[in-house]
């Protein structure tokens, strides 16, 4: 595929998948199409070369876990990062998709990888008042010690943005959360 060809491709998948409201099933048969017609994409592509967004990216931020594990049959790399360093598994953290995030757990995500901001997936789940998600993530043994740019834990950023968030996690997770 030339490069002008790879572009163009990457515009219409963008275009179809960065919306919301597009159902499994119709992602499903674009990604069929895809690989139908261009046996050899590469899952890595960056889809939105600006933001560097892979379809493992996208399809984590809006929880569609049956895509995600299917994506898995390409081997895309599990910690692909966006211009941010943001890893699927912080999108669907954020997004508190509990399925997604077991999907990437299982395919070997790492669960305390670290954003620009040295920000982890608990702590952007944290940021985003995702309380199943920061649940999930701390029976998964997320590391709760980590500090971030402004030099705060999992912890100190319950404790400021979702206070109930904050009191409902020490309770559940008294040795993790102080």
Same mark, same amino acid.
Request: aromatic share 8%.
């Given at each position: ?5 790879l572009?163009?491709?990457n515009k ?6 960065s919306k919301a @409201?597009t ?7 674009l990604?069929?199409?895809l ?6 994409y590469?899952i890595?592509?960056y889809v939105?070369p600006?933001l ?33 360093d943001r ?11 509990v ?10 995500a ?8 040295n @920000? ?6 944290a940021?985003f008042?995702q ?13 709760t010690?980590?500090k971030?740019?402004?030099?705060q834990?999992?912890?100190d950023i319950?404790?400021i ?13 008294p040795?993790?959360?102080h």
């Amino acid at each position: 595929m030339d490069p002008q060809q790879l572009k163009n491709v990457n515009k219409t998948i963008w275009e179809h998948l960065s919306k919301a @409201e597009t159902t499994e099933q119709n992602v499903a048969k674009l990604i069929n199409q895809l690989y139908q017609n261009f046996p050899n994409y590469d899952i890595n592509n960056y889809v939105n070369p600006y933001l560097k967004l892979s379809l493992l990216h996208i399809n984590s931020q809006f929880g569609r876990s049956n895509i995600v594990q299917g994506l898995f049959q390409q081997k895309p790399q599990v910690d692909i990062k966006d211009i941010n360093d943001r890893t699927p598994l912080h999108y669907a953290a954020m997004s508190g998709n509990v399925d997604t995030i077991k999907v990437l757990i299982q395919n070997g995500a790492n669960i305390n990888a670290v954003t620009l901001g040295n @920000e982890t997936p608990l702590m952007k789940a944290a940021q985003f008042n995702q309380q199943k998600a920061v649940s999930f993530l701390l029976q998964h043994n997320a590391n709760t010690n980590i500090k971030n740019s402004l030099n705060q834990t999992v912890s100190d950023i319950l404790r400021i943005s979702h206070p109930n968030l904050y009191q409902k996690m020490k309770q559940e997770f008294p040795n993790l959360i102080h």
